[in-house]
């Protein structure tokens, strides 16, 4: 298969994470014979310090004459610690996301056996654990009609939804939960929402269209609760675009670092994929950036191409480096390696899965050139 990439590295730690899931996609290209090629260009800070547009036009033309885009990180200390900031990084980001129609942000969240005592969580609430998060991404209070008064003191967000905004991520939710353990746990604040009551209005009718996948609801404070008191209790949860943020967000606790969750963000015609964490501009150059969130956002690249096998070779190779405990400072803090070792590993693994795990470990971290 032939692949054209869009790369938006972006901000503090995007471009080094970002450099390893290219190595891994370079890994498999060569291992299957696959043609991917790939194009840069600025996003967000970076972005706007070159052109003073957090998403220049040209940047877009990029994505919209490529395949898929991978996606680093976006945000500046400069713009955070900034309220006047009348242009932000992230702007260049909801922008990417409405001018693209890339509606639902699907976030895995997974426990992984071997980093269990890793979690702030106890090890016999975790574990097993497998969830995915379906959030409407380009709609809501993120996108609403916001209001400052003149005099500064009075200010709003419009939290909107129409019906065929919700009915579409619905359905994504739906099929997907049918593929795994038949159930969407609908996250929302009903009680107290319109916008709520009509997302339960409307889920509730495209259920009928999957008779068999359960559907449950659950207020958005509750299901906060929830996440962290039985998180194997959910498998499919679908939620407007605010409460996904801060629900996907609380679950990246669960597998003891952020550094491990990777999403992808599609529309009917574009597909967009990064690591869920930010720029962490304190990492940037240091080498201690986990690059694992960016190389499992292009293995969900290579889902949504159906090329199954490679993804799961990416995975694969993901799980045999936390075995072996090759990995950044946030999961082993007493013997880690750097960013670009981590790659190093990953992508040789694709190359070489049959190789025994000491020459493996002896190799990647310098010890040893024999194999």
């Given at each position: 298969?032939?692949?054209?990439?869009?790369?938006?590295?972006?901000?503090?730690?995007?471009?080094?994470?970002?450099?390893?899931?290219?190595?891994?996609?370079?890994?498999?290209?060569?291992?299957?014979?696959?043609?991917?090629?790939?194009?840069?260009?600025?996003?967000?800070?970076?972005?706007?310090?070159?052109?003073?547009?957090?998403?220049?036009?040209?940047?877009?033309?990029?994505?919209?004459?490529?395949?898929?885009?991978?996606?680093?990180?976006?945000?500046?200390?400069?713009?955070?610690?900034?309220?006047?900031?009348?242009?932000?990084?992230?702007?260049?980001?909801?922008?990417?996301?409405?001018?693209?129609?890339?509606?639902?942000?699907?976030?895995?969240?997974?426990?992984?056996?071997?980093?269990?005592?890793?979690?702030?969580?106890?090890?016999?609430?975790?574990?097993?654990?497998?969830?995915?998060?379906?959030?409407?991404?380009?709609?809501?209070?993120?996108?609403?009609?916001?209001?400052?008064?003149?005099?500064?003191?009075?200010?709003?967000?419009?939290?909107?939804?129409?019906?065929?905004?919700?009915?579409?991520?619905?359905?994504?939710?739906?099929?997907?939960?049918?593929?795994?353990?038949?159930?969407?746990?609908?996250?929302?604040?009903?009680?107290?929402?319109?916008?709520?009551?009509?997302?339960?209005?409307?889920?509730?009718?495209?259920?009928?269209?999957?008779?068999?996948?359960?559907?449950?609801?659950?207020?958005?404070?509750?299901?906060?609760?929830?996440?962290?008191?039985?998180?194997?209790?959910?498998?499919?949860?679908?939620?407007?675009?605010?409460?996904?943020?801060?629900?996907?967000?609380?679950?990246?606790?669960?597998?003891?670092?952020?550094?491990?969750?990777?999403?992808?963000?599609?529309?009917?015609?574009?597909?967009?994929?990064?690591?869920?964490?930010?720029?962490y501009p304190q990492a940037t150059g240091k080498g201690i950036a986990n690059?694992?969130?960016?190389?499992?956002?292009?293995?969900?690249?290579?889902?949504?191409?159906?090329?199954?096998?490679?993804?799961?070779?990416?995975?694969?190779?993901?799980?045999?480096?936390?075995?072996?405990?090759?990995?950044?400072?946030?999961?082993?803090?007493?013997?880690?390696?750097?960013?670009?070792?981590?790659?190093?590993?990953?992508?040789?693994?694709?190359?070489?899965?049959?190789?025994?795990?000491?020459?493996?470990?002896?190799?990647?971290?310098?010890?040893?050139?024999?194999?």
């Amino acid at each position: 298969m032939k692949l054209k990439i869009a790369v938006l590295p972006g901000d503090g730690i995007g471009p080094e994470v970002t450099e390893q899931a290219i190595k891994a996609l370079n890994a498999i290209a060569l291992e299957f014979d696959h043609t991917f090629t790939y194009k840069h260009a600025p996003v967000g800070a970076i972005a706007i310090d070159e052109t003073g547009n957090p998403l220049p036009e040209k940047t877009l033309d990029v994505c919209e004459a490529t395949d898929a885009i991978l996606f680093g990180a976006i945000g500046d200390p400069k713009y955070d610690n900034n309220p006047d900031a009348k242009v932000r990084p992230e702007q260049g980001l909801l922008r990417l996301r409405k001018s693209l129609g890339l509606y639902a942000n699907i976030r895995p969240v997974k426990a992984y056996e071997t980093l269990l005592d890793k979690s702030p969580l106890k090890k016999h609430i975790i574990e097993g654990t497998d969830i995915s998060i379906y959030r409407e991404l380009t709609g809501g209070i993120y996108f609403g009609e916001k209001y400052l008064s003149e005099d500064g003191n009075t200010a709003s967000d419009l939290c909107l939804y129409t019906k065929p905004e919700i009915k579409r991520i619905a359905h994504l939710a739906f099929k997907a939960a049918g593929s795994r353990n038949n159930k969407v746990t609908l996250v929302d604040k009903a009680n107290v929402l319109e916008s709520s009551r009509l997302w339960r209005k409307v889920v509730a009718e495209v259920a009928k269209d999957y008779p068999k996948v359960a559907l449950d609801f659950l207020f958005v404070d509750n299901a906060a609760m929830q996440m962290i008191l039985n998180p194997k209790q959910f498998d499919v949860i679908l939620t407007e675009n605010m409460f996904g943020d801060i629900i996907s967000d609380e679950a990246s606790v669960i597998g003891g670092s952020i550094g491990l969750l990777a999403s992808a963000s599609v529309g009917d015609k574009f597909a967009m994929f990064e690591p869920i964490h930010g720029s962490y501009p304190q990492a940037t150059g240091k080498g201690i950036a986990n690059p694992i969130a960016s190389i499992l956002s292009a293995a969900m690249l290579l889902d949504h191409f159906e090329l199954f096998a490679e993804a799961d070779l990416i995975r694969k190779a993901v799980e045999k480096a936390l075995i072996l405990n090759i990995t950044t400072p946030d999961i082993n803090a007493d013997h880690n390696v750097s960013t670009s070792k981590v790659g190093d590993f990953i992508a040789d693994y694709i190359s070489n899965p049959n190789d025994s795990n000491l020459n493996f470990k002896n190799i990647h971290l310098g010890q040893s050139t024999i194999i």
